[in-house]
Nanobody
Framework: QVQLVESGGGLVQPGGSLTISCTASGSVLFIDAANWYRQAQGEQRELVAG???????TYTDSVKGRFTIPRDNAQNTLYLQMNSLKPVDTAIYFC?????????????????WGEGIQVTVSS
């Protein structure tokens, strides 16, 4: 019914920038609140950034001033713009979103996770 697909990950040098995206596909009406999480090897998954349906954003302290979480409602796409990247930002990044979608004549609302995408910061 609904899938969240991340793209844009890869290898970037320290100090560099990278933008990853998450697109909701299927019978999507809109994305409500959405978040980016990350999980480094051997670590627990942590919340990196979030955006509410009124476009209020929140960031974990370690990425404030470096990351932003814009969204394109027309494309049902969420982004994570990452600047001044550090090796400690290396992780698998996961998209998570509350999505409103259609099933026949019904509107439904559920939370979904993407499969994750690798971001590696290394020289």
């Amino acid at each position: 019914q609904v899938q969240l697909v991340e793209s844009g990950g890869g290898l970037v040098q320290p100090g560099g920038s990278l933008t990853i995206s998450c697109t909701a596909s299927g019978s999507v009406l809109f994305i409500d609140a959405a978040n980016w999480y990350r999980q480094a090897q051997g670590e627990q998954r942590e919340l990196v950034a979030g955006i509410k349906n009124d476009n209020t954003t929140t960031y974990t302290d370690s990425v404030k001033g470096r990351f932003t979480i814009p969204r394109d409602n027309a494309q049902n796409t969420l982004y994570l713009q990452m600047n001044s990247l550090k090796p400690v930002d290396t992780a698998i990044y996961f998209c998570n979103a509350d999505v409103k979608y259609e099933v026949g004549s019904y509107d439904c609302f559920s939370n979904y996770w993407g499969e994750g995408i690798q971001v590696t910061v290394s020289s």
